[in-house]
């Protein structure tokens, strides 16, 4: 069965027929009409996180949309459920669309204009504190599972995305790096916790093409990585893509000055949480690019980049 025809097949279960396809990567993303407007259908990955979490994370997301955070709700199927299976096992869902284009494009300068680049990134470390707080307001479900972001999933013996530190592209050189970066992640990270580091659930993807931008104002999609983790790694991953900005210094101290009106957050600790992040991509890419696939090349670079600034 083709993805379009796929994508039909689930689109009828909320009565709506799809427009068009807006990306097929891990998951096959549409964009949909329904009765009631636009929506967005989500055909999930296979294999990545099971019913119980995925149900976890649509929970999650209409809870924050009903408290007034700016991300996508789950839409309930002509049956009320959120989630459903279709005929070949894929699960489906379809969230509420959202209005605004993304915030940029991975390894391509920002493309707002100069003015705006710290205002948005002190909006982008609001609005981060705002999901944590509403969260924090919360109470999950017993049921509520999502992966762990903790110092096992990031630098464990066999974390999340995989152990970066042996990917097969990296030299002598950069695996002995990525190894100091494991130990000094570690370390550091163990240390964050002792002393009461921020904990709880966390979207743990905040990229670029998962920030729209809306007459100036910002709102957050795509949380299909969410899990528990430690806060401050949600600024890492949204800096990492900023490391080869100029201005790095000053989008750093812009997102963790909006953070940190509300949430404790300094610099240095963006720093390190920038390089777990880093480190971590390194490990995505492994088993999911094919090995002459130049993103191996740029994420190992950028992690042995960042291992050297922050380690120094």
């Not at 894929?90 to 705006?116: H, T």
Request: a neutral charge; hydrophobic letters at 45%; aromatic letters at 8%.
């Amino acid at each position: 069965m083709t993805i379009e025809a796929l994508a039909a097949e689930a689109v009828s279960h909320w009565n709506g027929k799809v427009t068009r396809l807006l990306r097929n990567r891990e998951n096959a993303v549409f964009e949909v009409a329904l009765p009631i407007g636009r929506a967005a259908l989500r055909l999930h990955r296979v294999g990545y996180q099971d019913d119980a979490a995925i149900r976890s994370e649509l929970w999650w997301c209409a809870a924050l949309a009903k408290a007034g955070v700016a991300v996508p709700a789950a839409l309930p199927s002509r049956t009320g459920a959120f989630l459903v299976k279709l005929s070949n096992g894929r699960n489906a869902s379809i969230i509420a669309w959202m209005e605004g284009e993304a915030f940029g494009e991975a390894g391509k300068p920002l493309p707002c204009a100069p003015e705006d680049r710290l205002p948005r990134h002190h909006a982008l470390g609001a609005l981060l504190a705002r999901v944590h707080a509403e969260t924090d307001r919360l109470t999950l479900p017993p049921d509520f599972t999502r992966p762990r972001w903790d110092i096992d999933g990031l630098v464990g013996a066999t974390p999340f995305w995989g152990r970066f530190w042996e990917h097969p592209s990296a030299s002598p050189a950069q695996v002995e790096i990525l190894h100091a970066a494991r130990a000094f992640l570690h370390q550091n990270l163990r240390e964050h916790q002792q002393s009461g580091g921020d904990f709880g659930p966390i979207h743990a993807d905040v990229l670029r093409e998962n920030i729209l931008v809306h007459n100036g104002a910002l709102s957050l999609i795509d949380f299909d990585d969410s899990g528990f983790g430690f806060r401050l790694y949600d600024l890492g991953t949204a800096l990492s893509q900023n490391l080869h900005e100029p201005d790095y210094s000053q989008i750093r101290d812009a997102l963790v000055a909006g953070y940190a009106q509300t949430r404790p957050a300094t610099a240095a600790l963006a720093d390190l949480f920038t390089l777990a992040r880093c480190c971590a991509s390194v490990g995505w890419a492994a088993p999911r690019l094919a090995p002459d696939d130049p993103v191996h090349a740029s994420h190992i670079a950028r992690a042995v980049r960042c291992a050297v600034r922050v380690m120094a």
